[in-house]
Every structure is written in structure tokens, then in C-alpha cells.
């Protein structure tokens, strides 16, 4: 079936460094990808995104890649800061047959910041 | 801030009840997504409402139900209300189904107690 999943449920790194955060797709027709943050509290926060077409992303402090061989999408964080402490997830763009868009979750990934 | 605002922020019913949630979507964008999220769980997709029609869908029971009006806003109404549907009950806006991107922002979300 299809599933987007992430490697590791929870993440610990020092401030300062770079975070890696990974996640699998299953779905090798899938062709939009996106990232969100999600701190205690509240909704699901867009980072950054990603086409099939693309191989990597840049944003401000985030870097996504996506290798479709092997089917697997990573956040890169640099210089890791405590405001960064959050639960991470990956999300597939899938079509509806109405003509829409959903996103498929994976199980998110809990990044905590030690100072 | 998304603008995407969702109310009430929390809500306790008992089995058997119902219930309606209630989302002002974000300037500007015509299409409405919900999604339930349980704890430690990822974000699943309900349904959608584009120009007041549903769009789309997901592995949810005829109980769920929603609206969208006019002006875009939305509704998410939950009949004979299961212990399971305690959850963070989220409501996601974008400028447009169809689009080849397509950016969904979230509001913070209604937590549901089902007791």
C-alpha cells in the first residue's frame, strides 16, 4: 500500500549543529513532496517542498533532498537552533479523483534541541 | 501565522453526541482540507471542499460530514460521537485544488475529548 514513513521518531542534537531528518516513500508515482514542523500546540507548519523533477531544495537554514531510486526524501537543518525543537513530518501530495490534492502523513519525527 | 483560524480550540462531549467544528480559511484561498490527528499520529486526511462542493474524500465514515460556504469558510461536523474520535481535528487552506503546487497552511487546530 501506500505510506510515507520516517526512519527515527525521536532526534536529539546539540545547538549549533546540522540536523538530518529522513523519511521513505513507498509510492514511486508520487511527485510532490513536502515538509512541515509541527511544535507542541499547533498545526502543522510549512518548511519546504520538493517536485519529482527536482533533486535538491534550498530554503533559509533547510536543504531537502529527494533520491527517487531509492525513494527517500531528507531535511537538513544547519546550525540547529532551540526554537528548532518540534516534530517534523514529510508529506506526500497525492491527486483526488475529484480534481483536488491531499497530503499522506508519515509518523513524524521529534527533533529535540540540547543546549 | 497561517491566517487559517479554527474554533473552538477545545471542546469535551460524550459518546453518542455531536459535534461541529468550524475553520475561516486563509485570504484569498478557495479550498478547505480537514484532517484528524491522533496522538503521536500523523495528520489523515478527511475530506475537502472546493467552491462549496466536496472534492475529495479519505477513509472516513459517512458520520463525517462538512460544509463550505460562500466565503470559503468551513464546517466539520462528527455524528454519534465514538471514544476514537478523540483527536486534534485540523483545517488546512490553499489557494487551489488543482494546482500543480499546491501549499496547504494550517490553522492550530480543535482538540476533541470524546468521554
Known amino acids: 500500500g501506500e505510506s510515507v514513513g520516517l526512519h527515527l521518531p525521536t532526534l536529539s542534537v546539540q545547538e549549533g549543529d546540522n540536523s538530518i531528518i529522513n523519511c521513505a516513500y513507498s509510492?514511486?508515482?508520487?511527485?510532490?513532496f513536502i515538509w512541515y514542523k509541527q511544535e507542541s500546540g499547533k498545526g502543522p507548519q510549512f518548511i519546504i517542498d520538493?517536485?519529482?523533477?527536482?533533486d535538491k531544495r534550498q530554503g533559509q537554514r533547510v536543504t531537502v533532498l529527494l533520491n527517487k531510486t531509492v525513494k527517500h526524501l531528507s531535511l537538513q537543518i544547519a546550525a540547529t537552533q532551540p526554537g528548532d525543537s518540534a516534530v517534523y513530518f514529510c508529506a506526500e501530495n497525492k491527486g483526488l479523483t475529484g480534481g483536488g490534492n491531499k497530503l499522506t502523513f508519515g509518523t513524524g519525527t521529534q527533533l529535540k534541541v540540547e543546549l | 501565522e497561517t491566517g487559517v483560524t479554527q474554533s473552538p480550540t477545545h471542546l469535551i462531549k460524550t459518546r453518542g453526541q455531536q459535534v461541529t467544528l468550524r475553520c475561516s480559511s486563509q485570504s484569498g484561498h478557495n479550498t478547505v482540507s480537514w484532517y484528524q490527528q491522533a496522538l503521536g499520529q500523523g495528520p489523515q486526511f478527511i475530506f475537502q471542499?472546493?467552491?462549496?462542493?466536496?472534492?475529495g474524500r479519505g477513509n472516513f465514515p459517512p458520520r463525517f460530514s462538512g460544509l463550505q460556504f460562500p466565503n470559503y469558510s468551513s464546517e466539520l461536523n462528527v455524528n454519534a460521537l465514538e471514544l476514537d474520535d478523540s483527536a486534534l481535528y485540523l483545517c488546512?487552506?490553499?489557494?487551489?485544488?488543482?494546482?500543480?503546487?499546491?501549499?496547504?497552511?494550517f490553522g492550530a487546530g480543535t482538540r476533541l475529548s470524546v468521554l
Open positions: 488546512a487552506s490553499s489557494l487551489n485544488p488543482r494546482g500543480a503546487k499546491n501549499i496547504q497552511y
Open positions: 471542499y472546493y467552491r462549496e462542493e466536496e472534492n
Open positions: 520538493i517536485r519529482s523533477n527536482m
Open positions: 509510492n514511486s508515482a508520487s511527485d510532490y
